[in-house]
């Protein structure tokens, strides 16, 4: 059974940093690609980042700003976020969307980052 668990989401100032986390179990991560997407309310849920075995995009919105890494030997993907805006203020999913390359969608919980002074 494969399960994502974020953590690292909280209240931080415009222009802080957080620093998101997310452990998966139940597959083969080192093939895993993995995405971090965020949801506003009253916004549909978008993609943040993205990331496989050898490369990683980002949304336009967030480039420069944040950066999506992984650790294969921890399971874990990350996602670093630097000079937070208001904007940014959502709940963070991780996401799962393939295996090798075999296409599946798995989800966790959520972490709620809230921005604001």
């Known amino acids: 059974q494969v399960q994502l668990v974020e953590s690292g989401g909280g209240l931080v100032q415009p222009g802080g940093s957080l620093r998101l986390s997310c452990v998966v179990s139940g597959t083969i991560f080192s093939i895993s690609r993995m995405g971090w997407y965020r949801q506003a309310p009253g916004k549909q849920r978008e993609l943040v980042a993205r990331?496989?075995?050898?490369?990683?995009n980002y949304s336009d919105s967030v480039k420069g700003r944040f950066t999506i890494s992984r650790d294969n030997a921890k399971n874990t993907v990350y996602l670093q976020m630097n000079s937070l805006k208001p904007e940014d203020t959502a709940v963070y999913y991780c996401?799962?969307?393939?295996?090798?390359?075999?296409?599946?969608?798995?989800w966790g919980k959520g972490t709620l980052v809230t921005v604001s002074s």
């Open positions: 990331i496989s075995s050898g490369s990683t």
């Open positions: 996401n799962l969307d393939r295996i090798g390359t075999v296409g599946t969608d798995f």
